[in-house]
Nanobody
C-alpha cells in the first residue's frame, strides 16, 4: 500500500500563486507515475498534471499549461504542483494520486482509472 499526504492548499487572490506538496510513503517502488487531479463543486474530477516518476517527463491539461508546473523529488518521495496566475475557476479540491500502470501516452496519464492511490485532497480557493 501507498499513502499520499497533500499540503499547501489555501485561499489566494486571482493572479496569485500556491504550491501544493504530496508526500508518498509505504510501497512507493510500485508507483510509475504521480499526478494531480481536481474536483470543483458539482463537477467531475479532472486531470491537471502528471509526472513519470523515473524520467521526470511531465504532462498537463491544456487549461493549466504555462501556468502550472509539476515536479518531483525522488529522494523525498514527494511531488509538487506549482500554480501561478491562478484564476477563480481553478477553485477546487486538489487530489494527489499515484499510478501503478506503466503509461506510454497522454491518454493513459489523464485517465483516473490508471491511478491506484489517492490522497485526502486539499482545498484551493481563488478569490476574484
Amino acid at each position: 500500500q501507498v499513502q499520499l499526504v497533500e499540503s499547501g492548499g489555501g485561499l489566494v487572490q486571482a493572479g496569485g500563486s500556491l504550491r501544493l506538496s504530496c508526500a508518498a510513503s509505504g510501497r512507493t517502488s510500485s508507483i510509475y507515475n504521480m499526478g494531480w487531479f481536481r474536483q470543483a463543486p458539482g463537477k467531475e474530477r479532472e486531470f491537471v498534471a502528471a509526472v513519470k516518476w523515473s524520467s521526470g517527463v511531465t504532462y498537463y491539461a491544456d487549461s493549466v499549461k504555462g501556468r502550472f508546473t509539476i515536479s518531483r523529488d525522488n529522494a523525498k518521495n514527494t511531488v509538487y504542483l506549482q500554480m501561478n496566475s491562478l484564476k477563480p475557476e481553478n477553485t477546487a479540491v486538489y487530489y494527489c494520486t499515484g499510478g501503478t500502470k506503466y503509461c506510454i501516452n497522454y491518454v493513459c496519464y489523464v485517465s483516473r482509472q490508471n491511478y491506484a492511490y489517492w490522497g485526502q485532497g486539499t482545498q484551493v480557493t481563488v478569490s476574484s
